[in-house]
């Protein structure tokens, strides 16, 4: 049989926490965050007391406890053997109590979530909450691990704005947990939060038509992430509305989001045979990128290229030239998303159970306005 994996456990004779409940307490932690794998060997009760230096039957209680919660299970022979988290059952005694924490999961420090988390934090903290911000990486594994850890602590309730919130099984992991709001996760048709990306492409796209320009390249993270595929489907709107067509090879997309893959962008988009002398680039970091591209190889912004994008990010306002954008208000995101969670953690009705922000284009000088 293979060696248990090492326990790092402490407990607090002086705390009022019963010696039982600490154990079981960091043991799911462990679970939690991935230290202990379905099948891994606990150590036995013998070990853990002696371990510890506490009673067997303490040790055993801890043990009863996590096999009641689903988290182990015990079989002669094979000993107490870790199961799948799922995080669904919790002691009633427990879950009865509120933490007063929220669980935020973005995807990167990026400072389009700077307002975003401002408007969580103010409206939590107003209200007696503390946050707990998880940075996810647009990773599935981290997404599902952060879940896990913070369903641990027992939150109160869980906020996510990440991409990979397409990775979160509504019927499998979150029956029974912590409520959860969606935020810019078109996906979910309830307890959402999102911006209009559909008409922030329209608006957008729309400008640069305005100024003349018949041929319009688009520039963006992968289409399959629903939020940068409703701003394509707005591209394409404003398009057809001016009978123009959509040209394939001018559609540029990025394996991710970030100023490195918009500077690439601009470099593939120089090397098409005869590039747009327009772009919409669905995102400000990339454009940013895109721009870099354009000036390195002596290009102007916007006499031979005009560029417009979307966020409104403070870099937008500080690039040279400043960057005509859509705005999309991420602060209100965030209030909203924390006060809807709010009437979910207290079984308050929901007014409304999907709601969409309006987008508002911002003018300044990269389309060749001023």
Known sequence: MPASPPLSLHIDPQSNLPIFAQLRQQITWLIASGKFKPGDRLPTIRDLAEQLGIHMHTARQAYHALEADGLVETRPSRGTRVKPYNGKKTDPTESALPSHTIGVLIPNIFSFYDPFLSGVEEVARRMGYMI????????????LQSIRQLTAKKVDGIVSASTMSAFIEPPALLAGGPPFVFADSPQFGANSILFDLENAGYLGTQHLIEHGHKR???????????????????????????????????????????????????????????????????????????????RDNGKRIPQDFAVVSKDNIDIAGAVDPALTTVNLPSYQMGVEAINMLMRLISKKRLEKKRVTLASELIVRRSCGCG
Do not use: H
């Open 132 to 143: 707990i911000v998880c940075i996810t990486r647009d990773n599935e594994e981290l997404t």
């Open 216 to 294: 319009i390249a688009f520039i963006t993270a992968p289409l399959t992430w629903l939020n940068f595929n409703d701003t394509y489907m707005g591209y394409q709107r404003a398009l057809a509305a001016s009978n123009l067509t959509v040209e394939s090879d001018s559609v540029i997309e990025t394996p991710s989001y970030s100023l490195e893959d918009g500077y690439q962008a601009g470099l593939r988009l120089l090397a098409l045979n005869k590039p747009p002398k327009a772009v919409f680039v669905s995102g400000d970091l990339m454009a940013v990128g895109v721009i870099r591209a354009l």
